[in-house]
């Protein structure tokens, strides 16, 4: 199985920060990766899918990049309605693999 | 407009087979392309991806628990169906039916279905 790692595992920030989240596959996956954010009680909303194609009705403060193994999501103006836990998942081999998460809280 | 439906029972006993049933609207699952999920997510716990049916009926399934899923589609009803076999309390979780989408993503999710395994 690819292994996806998260980090931080979570995070304290202020509304209007800048907010960097990085996910590491155990092998490269190319460009196969995709970013949700969970809010609680909540279903997943996906963000980014292949790595940095910004998801249709989804604020352009959210972007993506990386390819290979290291990618990384960053929320550019942090909003209140951004508080949330995000997570990546590999879509290059099965079993799909999602990273622990990432809490994003306030500061 | 997609959507996708869950449901099934909320409390099954350990060793039961759970059955759960997805009901979509907005695509069709004989479309080239198209593909229907299941993932889970226990009480405070990461995602797990478990199973993946498509529209030519290729079926994919997470290794560590092939050996207890199934998943079927019935083209006609809009309606694709997860049973997994000897349910154990480490089974409790939320199971969301996802629809794939551009990018091998999962776009859309169902509001998710509780299912707690308990005697």
């Known amino acids: 199985d690819i292994q996806m790692t998260q980090s931080p595992s979570s995070l304290s920030a202020s509304v209007g920060d800048r907010v960097t989240i990085t996910c590491r596959a155990s092998?490269?996956?190319?460009?196969?990766l995709n970013w949700y954010q969970q809010k609680p009680g909540k279903a997943p909303k996906l963000l980014i899918f292949?790595?940095?194609s910004l998801q249709s009705g989804v604020p352009s403060r959210f972007s993506g990049s990386g390819s290979g193994t290291d990618f990384t999501l960053t929320i550019s103006s942090l909003q209140p309605e951004d508080f949330a836990t995000y997570y990546c998942?590999?879509?290059?081999?099965?079993?799909?693999?999602f990273g622990q998460g990432t809490k994003v809280e306030i500061k | 407009q997609i959507t996708l439906k869950e449901s099934g029972p909320t409390l099954v006993k350990p060793t039961q087979t759970l059955t759960l049933t997805c009901t979509f609207s907005?695509?069709?699952?004989?479309?080239?392309?198209?593909?229907v999920g299941w993932i889970r997510q226990p009480p405070g716990k990461a995602l797990e991806w478990l199973t993946l049916?498509?529209?030519?009926?290729?079926?994919r399934y997470s290794p560590s628990l092939k050996s207890r899923l199934t998943i079927t589609k019935d083209t006609s009803k809009n309606q694709v169906v997860l049973t997994m076999t000897n349910m154990d309390p480490v089974d409790t979780a939320t199971y969301y039916c996802?629809?794939?989408?551009?990018?091998?993503?999962?776009?859309?999710w169902g509001q998710g279905t509780m299912v707690t395994v308990s005697s």
């Open positions: 996802v629809h794939r989408g551009g990018g091998d993503a999962f776009d859309i």
């Open positions: 907005g695509f069709s699952l004989t479309t080239s392309g198209v593909g």
């Open positions: 049916i498509y529209w030519d009926d290729d079926k």
């Open positions: 092998q490269s996956i190319s460009s196969y």
């Open positions: 292949a790595a940095s």
């Open positions: 998942q590999q879509s290059y081999g099965n079993p799909r693999t």
